[in-house]
């Protein structure tokens, strides 16, 4: 995989398990796929949903519309010396972007939080691959294929009565720089402080010893800081999927009122900040939407003999946009 700085479902569904009277009914899906929640949930779980929706909508940060150059903005910084941050082609033009006003998930999506979509929807949990056994924690947002997270997306904007999705790749740079302003990193200052805005080795150390994996890379949702607008973890070891086709070229011909990226491709852009202790990458990155991370110059690994043991996509997470033009309360 090459990394460069710049800001940046498939349904596995279970076998029908037969008993000796009945079989368990397929999950449901309005015309465009997208999940139905269950007509048949107990009481319990009615709760549940409901106490998960107040949570939601709690969590989404508005965030004003406005106009801000997306892209490679190096030469804008006096420390560079007129260069550019990254040598990639895609990050360039730097080009204006005009967007409407939206709102924004100050968290990503966890496993507590699919685990809820696929009760409430009769599916089967996420994250539950054999290879996952050390990585699914409740707080902790990875191993979601592009699908499945703007079903997620889609199904919760029906239950709070709001258009919602994954957020387009503009949106997610401009919130990601606080509204578009020249910020290289998203966080509370701008800028990495290792142990208190980004995890240091020593705290990623001790959580795969408090949760005993060897997969906790990832801190867990909410650690440190948010941005100055609410949001957390846009710096971190994964990647967040956008609702954009992936174009190397797109820069030079996206237009300025609110891009969607192309309108076909093969890969969905991920946006997300890899960090270390004592620095970071801006990654902007095509993912194929049901399969593996990979690089630029290879193509697509198959599923491993389709096998729902295996998770293909454990690098990815997602966060939900309203797409509004009023804050959601």
């Given at each position: 995989m090459t990394l460069k700085p710049l800001f940046v479902s498939l349904f596995i569904l279970p076998p029908f398990t037969m008993t000796a009277c009945a079989k368990e009914p397929a999950p449901s899906a309005d015309s465009s796929g997208i999940p139905q929640t269950r007509s048949d949930l107990t009481a319990d779980e009615k709760k549940q949903l409901d106490e998960f929706l107040v949570k939601q909508k709690e969590n989404m940060r508005f965030i004003e519309g406005g106009s801000y150059e997306m892209g490679d903005f190096g030469h804008k910084l006096d420390w560079t010396g007129g260069?550019?941050?990254?040598?990639?082609y895609d990050s360039k033009p730097l080009h204006k972007v005009t967007l409407d006003s939206f709102s924004m998930n100050a968290y990503k999506a966890t496993y507590d939080d699919f685990d809820i979509y696929s009760m409430a929807t009769g599916q089967r949990k996420e994250?539950?691959?054999?290879?996952?056994?050390?990585?699914?924690?409740?707080?902790v947002a990875v191993g979601i294929n592009w699908q499945t997270a703007q079903h997620y997306c889609q199904w919760l904007g029906q239950q709070l009565d709001v258009p919602m999705s994954l957020p387009t790749e503009a949106q997610w740079e401009y919130a990601a720089r606080n509204r578009g302003q020249f910020v290289l990193f998203p966080t509370d200052n701008g800028k990495v402080d290792a142990g208190r805005n980004?995890?240091?080795?020593?705290?990623?150390k001790e959580l795969r010893q408090k949760y005993n994996t060897v997969f906790m890379d990832v801190p867990l949702v909410g650690m440190f800081p948010p941005n100055p607008l609410g949001l957390y973890d846009l710096i971190n070891q994964n990647y967040e999927w956008?609702?954009?086709w992936y174009a190397a070229d797109y820069y030079e011909r996206s237009?300025?009122?609110?891009?969607?990226?192309?309108?076909i491709g093969t890969e969905k852009v991920v946006r997300s900040l890899s960090t270390m202790?004592?620095?970071?990458?801006?990654?902007?990155l095509g993912i194929g939407p049901v399969t593996v991370l990979r690089t630029k110059r290879l193509p697509d690994p198959p599923l491993i003999d389709n096998d729902p043991r295996m998770n293909q996509n454990r690098n990815t997470s997602s966060r939900c946009v309203a797409n509004s033009l009023k804050?959601?309360?």
């Open positions: 260069l550019p941050i990254s040598s990639e994250g539950m691959q054999l290879s996952d056994e050390e990585l699914r924690q409740p707080n980004i995890a240091t080795f020593e705290q990623q956008t609702m954009d237009p300025e009122l609110n891009p969607k990226g192309p309108k202790e004592g620095g970071a990458d801006n990654i902007r804050p959601l309360s």
